[in-house]
């Protein structure tokens, strides 16, 4: 999931990942810039990963083989 709000120049974007069952959440919040979009995503998605959501998408994959 992700969200991005924009105010003043100022990009603001969470992102996330929940398992199919509810009971994980992973879930990260960047800021910067609004011309920085693309490296905000990536950050926020790097974060995402390191933070769990790379255990979290294996289970989903698990359930969906």
């Known amino acids: ?13 969470q992102g996330g990942v929940i398992s199919l069952d509810g009971t994980q959440l992973i879930r990260c919040q960047v800021s910067g810039l609004g011309w920085e979009s693309e490296d905000l995503g990536k950050n926020l998605a790097q974060q995402v990963l390191a933070s769990g959501g790379e255990a979290v998408l294996a289970g989903i994959r698990q359930q969906l083989v």
């Open 1 to 13: 999931f992700g969200l991005a709000t924009l105010q003043g120049g100022r990009l603001s974007v």
